[in-house]
């Protein structure tokens, strides 16, 4: 069974940073690409970002490049999202995701989402 388990969420101000976490087994760590989405009230869920296991490649949503990073703590099967200057427009529920194919089709694996407000 597969368990994504998020956290860091939380309140902050405009520009500041949040740091999310996803740890998860070994086994899926090594055997998934894994990433983030992101679902605001009232709008579908979206992808933000997702690091390949294979090479460690990444990709980012649009609206995300060069504010947020993605990375893999090896040591500790965890996925990190990086988020700087943030916007009240990234207030949302992030997911933390895993599955394969950089995480584009259906995606098989979800946490349980962790909440990051962002007030102007």
């Known amino acids: 069974q597969v368990q994504l388990v998020e956290s860091g969420g939380g309140s902050v101000q405009a520009g500041e940073s949040l740091r999310l976490s996803c740890a998860t087994s070994?086994?899926?760590?090594?055997?998934?690409?894994m990433g983030w989405f992101r679902q605001a009230p009232g709008k579908e869920r979206e992808f933000v970002a997702v690091?390949?296991?294979?090479?460690?490649?990444?990709r980012y949503a649009e609206s995300v490049k060069g504010r947020f990073t993605i990375s893999r703590d090896n040591a500790r099967n965890m996925v990190l999202l990086q988020m700087n200057r943030l916007k009240p427009e990234d207030t949302a529920v992030y997911y933390c995701?895993?599955?394969?194919?950089?995480?584009?089709?259906?995606?098989?694996?979800w946490g349980q989402g962790t909440q990051v407000t962002v007030s102007s």
């Open positions: 995701a895993a599955g394969p194919y950089a995480l584009r089709g259906t995606v098989p694996y």
């Open positions: 070994v086994r899926t760590f090594s055997s998934y690409d």
């Open positions: 690091v390949t296991w294979s090479d460690g490649r990444t």
